[in-house]
């Protein structure tokens, strides 16, 4: 059974950081890519960043600089450390997971909000 453990979401004052960690179990970790999505109010589902299983990255224009994707394959984590937050950022975070030849994954989803 696959399953996805969210944790580090909460409330945040703009400038100030957070940490999102994703346990996974039920997949083959290693081989997949892994991923954090958002989803505000209103709005479409967006990557915000990935990791390959070869660790190379991939963030949105939006949170380039201030958001660090890493993996650790030992421990089935995945973590977004977010910097320098903005109101804009404010959204349900989902953890993701995806490989070439099989479907993809997702997690419950942790809210994240930005606000003063």
């Known amino acids: 059974q696959v399953q996805f453990v969210e944790s580090g979401g909460g409330l945040a004052q703009p400038g100030e950081s957070l940490r999102l960690s994703c346990a996974a179990s039920?997949?083959?970790?290693?081989?997949?890519?892994m991923g954090w999505y958002r989803q505000a109010p209103g709005k479409q589902r967006e990557l915000v960043a990935s990791?390959?299983?070869?660790?190379?990255?991939n963030y949105a224009d939006s949170v380039k600089g201030r958001f660090t994707i890493s993996r650790d394959n030992a421990k089935k984590t995945v973590d977004l450390q977010m910097n320098s937050l903005k109101p804009e950022d404010t959204a349900v975070y989902y953890c993701?997971?995806?490989?070439?030849?099989?479907?993809?994954?997702w997690g419950q989803g942790t809210q994240v909000t930005v606000s003063s």
């Open positions: 993701w997971a995806s490989v070439r030849g099989a479907r993809d994954y």
């Open positions: 990791i390959s299983s070869s660790r190379s990255t």
């Open positions: 039920g997949i083959n970790f290693s081989f997949y890519t």
